[in-house]
T-cell receptor
Framework: AQKVTQAQTEISVVEKEDVTLDCVYE???????LFWYKQPPSGELVFLIR??????QNEISGRYSWNFQKSTSSFNFTITASQVVDSAVYFC????????????FGSGTKLNVKP | EAQVTQNPRYLITVTGKKLTVTCSQN?????MSWYRQDPGLGLRQIYY???????DKGDVPEGYKVSRKEKRNFPLILESPSPNQTSLYFC???????????FGPGTRLTVL
């Protein structure tokens, strides 16, 4: 069975602090994909990253970075020098190859960045 | 503009009154899904579709129906809504399976 756990329900930081959002996944499949989505207060869902299970290289995009570790089944997301505009709910998600578009989302982490 | 549209955006209805939430995408995507979002539960997949006339159940299909008669449209049907179906619903589409999904703006449904 597939499962995604985001144990941090809510995190509050002050602007310019670094923050890491945790994501732990469970799957017995060897080929799978991991995703992060952002949901700002306006409500839309915005894609941030997709990573396949064979690519464990860390990814950096501006202030965002992702750390994928198969050994601990984690795909953590770090925001460096957080800004108020980063305030949102962040979802981690998993899909497995040949499962034809079936996705498993975590419960989300609400990030509050205070000025 | 590439987008996924949903209608209505807001709906208040009563128990048992059949309703349909429409979803349409203009990106010629093969794959489409419906999700519901509830506090503390994240997004849960209701149904998904791999192509026209091909659909399958997600994690929470009870009380819902879907159809995919055209590639661009994927309506969600609640034949007899109940209060536990009060939720925020999202439609999504993607070009390939296991791919980035494009989400609609959401439909907030309240069943009294």
């Amino acid at each position: 069975a597939q499962k995604v756990t985001q144990a941090q329900t809510e995190i509050s930081v002050v602007e310019k602090e670094d923050v890491t959002l945790d994501c732990v996944y469970e799957t017995r499949d060897t080929t799978y994909y991991l995703f992060w989505y952002k949901q700002p207060p306006s409500g839309e869902l915005v894609f941030l990253i997709r990573r396949n299970s064979f690519d464990e290289q860390n990814e950096i995009s501006g202030r965002y970075s992702w750390n994928f570790q198969k050994s601990t089944s984690s795909f953590n997301f770090t925001i460096t020098a957080s800004q108020v505009v980063d305030s949102a709910v962040y979802f981690c998600a998993l899909s497995v190859l040949y499962n034809f578009n079936k996705f498993y989302f975590g419960s989300g982490t609400k990030l509050n960045v205070k000025p | 503009e590439a987008q996924v549209t949903q209608n209505p955006r807001y709906l208040i209805t009563v128990t048992g009154k059949k309703l349909t939430v429409t979803c349409s995408q203009n990106m010629n995507h093969e794959y489409m899904s419906w999700y519901r979002q509830d506090p503390g539960l994240g997004l849960r997949q209701i149904y998904y579709s791999m192509n026209v006339e091909v659909t399958d159940k997600g994690d929470v299909p009870e009380g819902y129906k879907v159809s995919r008669k055209e590639k661009r449209n994927f309506p969600l049907i609640l034949e007899s809504p109940s209060p536990n179906q009060t939720s925020l619903y999202f439609c999504a589409s993607s070009l390939l399976d296991d791919d980035e999904q494009f989400f609609g703006p959401g439909t907030r449904l309240t069943v009294l």
